[in-house]
């Protein structure tokens, strides 16, 4: 079946620090792929996401770039900020009319002033 | 902002009882779904309601759980009797289109005792 595996945290980083959150997938068919962010107290809510193979997501200073060839979907941001505090997750979707999430595990990041 | 909302924010209940998760998608939404997280686990998907009626679910929903949309606006998740292993973090999503961004709401956790 279908699965997205995340590195294990949580981390902790310093403001400004480069962050790198791993995230590799398995899937039957051709996903598109997610990373969501839940901040503390609030739903998860969409940060990026690819819809095919070596597209880039962005948003808010973050990156993602859909590797067919390594099937990842790496989190990256050059500098990262108190306000990123927050879990993160990876997901995929195959394309249909179900379209169900199948998520990662999910990391903590805390980042400190 | 249109958002998905779930009420309530906590529950807890004990082993055995019946508990109602309530969730109210964004108004023009057409597919819903239930998902949970059991503390330091995946995000999981549980079931997928469209056209008034479920159109995926997981091997996790079984006949302890039931979805409902009784009135064009909430979209609820009953289970039945509880058990200790139901304790975990409920999401609601729901989404315009088959292919289009899941919204989510802020999850209720339910503790079962």
């Known amino acids: ?113 | 902002e249109p958002e998905v909302t779930q009420t309530p924010s906590h529950q807890v209940t004990q082993m055995g009882q019946e508990v109602i998760l309530r969730c109210v998608p964004i108004s023009n939404h057409l597919y819903f779904y239930w998902y949970r997280q059991i503390l330091g686990q995946k995000v999981e998907f549980l079931v997928s309601f469209y056209n008034n009626e479920i159109s995926e679910k997981s091997e996790i929903f079984d006949d302890q759980f039931s979805v409902e949309r009784p009135d064009g606006s909430n979209f609820t998740l009953k289970i039945r009797s509880t058990k200790l292993e139901d304790s975990a973090m409920y999401f609601c999503a729901s989404k315009e289109g088959a292919n289009t961004e899941a919204f989510f709401g802020q999850g209720t956790r339910l503790t079962v005792v």
């Open chain 1, 1 to 113: 079946g279908d699965s997205v595996t995340q590195m294990e945290g949580p981390v902790t980083l310093s403001e400004e620090a480069f962050l790198t959150i791993n995230c590799t997938y398995t899937a039957t068919g051709y996903p598109s792929l997610f990373w969501y962010v839940q901040y503390p107290g609030e739903g998860l809510q969409l940060l990026l996401k690819a819809t095919k193979a070596d597209d880039k997501g962005s948003n808010k200073g973050f990156e993602a770039t859909y590797r067919k060839e390594t099937t990842s979907f790496h989190l990256e941001k050059g500098s990262v900020q108190v306000s990123d505090s927050a879990v993160y997750f990876c997901a995929l979707v195959i394309a249909g009319a179900n379209s169900k999430l199948t998520f990662g595990k999910g990391i903590t990041l805390s980042v400190r002033p």
